[in-house]
């Protein structure tokens, strides 16, 4: 059974950062890209980065550019996204996913985990 499990997410002060991390399990996760995406109150869901399957290369959306890191660690099935320089415009619940997953039949999403940056 495909299980993602997001955790990391919390209350936290616009400038701050967060390190969001996501366990993998019940499909061979290093043969797979990942990504995360984002849904704000009232707004659709938005991919935020994609990496790789070796984790040697990573696309950013433009609002988070220069701020988030994704990076995986396949001997451990993770997927990690570092938040710096929070701003409010983040707050969402964060979720990983495969990135091709819907396109193969393994369109699986995790509970998500709340990142919300307020003064």
């Known amino acids: 059974q495909v299980q993602l499990v997001e955790s990391g997410g919390g209350l936290v002060q616009p400038g701050g950062s967060l390190r969001l991390s996501c366990a993998a399990s019940g499909f061979s996760f290093s043969r797979y890209g990942m990504s995360w995406y984002r849904q704000a109150p009232g707004k659709e869901r938005e991919l935020v980065a994609t990496?790789?399957?070796?984790?040697?290369?990573?696309v950013y959306a433009d609002p988070v550019k220069g701020r988030f890191t994704i990076s995986r660690d396949n001997a451990k099935n993770t997927v990690s996204l570092q938040m710096s320089s929070l701003k409010p415009e983040d707050t969402a619940v964060y979720y990983c996913?495969?990135?091709?997953?819907?396109?193969?039949?393994?369109?699986?999403w995790g509970k998500g985990t709340l990142v919300t940056v307020s003064s």
């Open positions: 990496i790789s399957s070796t984790g040697d290369s990573a």
């Open positions: 996913t495969l990135t091709s997953g819907r396109r193969i039949g393994m369109d699986y």
